[in-house]
């Protein structure tokens, strides 16, 4: 097996069509595998990151991909070097590509390039990794073999929920808090004026009509609390990857936009990819004017009762532990991250503080900690919990 080196643009656009073979083979099938996504991902990260794509061939027939960047400034300044996935905030999971009859191959010819590679690099950071991940399982035993520490950790979860039954049965299992919670913002937009929910399958409209629900879902972000984070959709790479996910929704089908408007004018929106029986949740931004009128919490009522009855098996929400998600969801995917640490000498400094220092650290702090009171240790239940 022969592992290439994919480190410029073009080389990651000629793979575009071995990439797309072999995920059509892959399964369990994500979207967040294909070339289109992490292409997508390019155009937000490449005025800061440098390509780093390791593909694996046998016989001229590309049968795994390890699509990872660095951060350029990093690696020109001599600061301590990552490599990490070609992932962006909307990443839900990220993963190794390859053949079911080739995972040990690939994993073990990956691990060997990396090693020869071991002065470029300090320490990688797989994030986003599924359950099962390839990752985690074959490449961590396979670099461990060559010495190299791996730690793997449950990082976060993905909330889901499931599809399959119907809007009546699934929202009767809601706790009262919540119910409360949708009818008094119900009522508070009922109130303001005239309540509107639109949505979009970009794969049935024209390119003007795309661009122009880009314009107004963008328009929202611009207003969000996102704005101050520069990961609003009005910022230059947020928008460059939206542009070039709608750009592939013609052939891939993908994407779904849902839109709540009050009195025509749009308050609150999400985005989201389609892909087989799952819908994964990107990204929900709302116009902060409307805040105290919930919009945002609305939009994901209504949108949800709509998704029920369509045939699909699972609405992902993202990953995150946020509370109001585990208020909807009544499971999760865990989401693992794996560090690999170097052989250089920050390499080496980075596994000496991450995995002594900051443990003993933690001892000694827990020790000093003064010991929780009884009421502390046995808090009263909530309202919620009392009325249940």
């Known amino acids: 097996m022969e592992v290439r080196l994919i480190s410029d643009p073009d080389g990651f656009a000629r793979l575009k069509s071995a990439w797309s073979a072999l995920y059509e083979r892959h399964t369990p099938r994500s979207p967040f595998l294909a070339h289109e996504w992490f292409e997508a991902a390019w155009r937000w990260r490449k005025d800061s990151a440098r390509m780093r794509i390791f593909a694996c061939w046998r016989a001229e027939q590309l049968v795994g991909v390890m699509p990872l960047v660095v951060d350029g400034a990093d690696e020109s300044s001599g600061r301590h070097r990552t490599l990490e996935f070609l992932a962006v905030p909307d990443t839900q999971t990220c993963d190794v590509l390859a053949d079911a009859g080739d995972r040990r191959a690939v994993a073990s010819a990956i691990a060997d390039e990396l090693v ?13 990794l599924p359950r099962g991940a390839l990752t985690a399982t074959e490449l961590r035993e396979a670099l461990s073999r060559h010495g ?20 009546a ?3 009767a299992s809601r706790s009262r808090r919540l119910k409360k919670a949708i009818n ?9 004026g005239t309540v509107a929910l639109r949505r979009l399958a970009a794969d049935q409209m024209d390119p003007t009509e795309i661009r122009r629900w ?21 910022h ?31 308050v609150a929106m999400e985005l989201q990819l389609v892909d087989g029986g799952d819908i994964f949740a990107l990204r929900s931004d709302f116009d902060a004017s409307y805040d105290a009128l919930s919009a945002g919490s609305h939009l994901n009522r209504l949108m949800l009762e709509q998704l029920f009855g369509r045939g699909f098996r699972r ?5 995150g532990e946020n509370p109001y998600k585990y208020r909807w969801a009544d499971d999760a995917e865990p989401v693992a991250t794996m560090t690999v640490y170097g052989t250089t000498l920050r390499g080496q400094w980075h596994a000496a503080r991450d995995l002594m220092l900051k443990p003993a650290m933690r001892r000694i702090r827990d020790r000093l900690r003064p010991p929780e009171s009884a009421d502390a240790a046995n808090p009263q239940p909530d309202a919620e919990a009392k009325q249940q």
């Open 116 to 128: 020869r590679r071991r002065r470029e690099w300090d320490s990688i950071s797989f994030r986003h």
């Open 236 to 266: 230059d790479g947020p928008n460059a990857f939206l542009c070039c996910l709608a750009e592939q929704a013609p052939c891939r089908h993908w994407l779904s936009i849902w839109e709540l408007s009050l009195n025509e004018q749009p």
């Open 214 to 234: 880009l314009d107004r879902i963008t328009a929202i972000s611009a207003k969000s609390w996102k704005n101050r984070t520069g990961n609003s959709l009005n």
């Open 184 to 192: 008094l913002a119900q009522n508070r937009l009922a109130k303001a």
């Open 148 to 167: 190299l520490r791996c730690e793997v950790i449950q990082a976060t979860s993905n909330p889901w929920i499931a599809l399959e039954s119907t809007w």
């Open 169 to 171: 049965v699934y929202y």
């Open 315 to 319: 609405y992902l929400m993202g990953p």
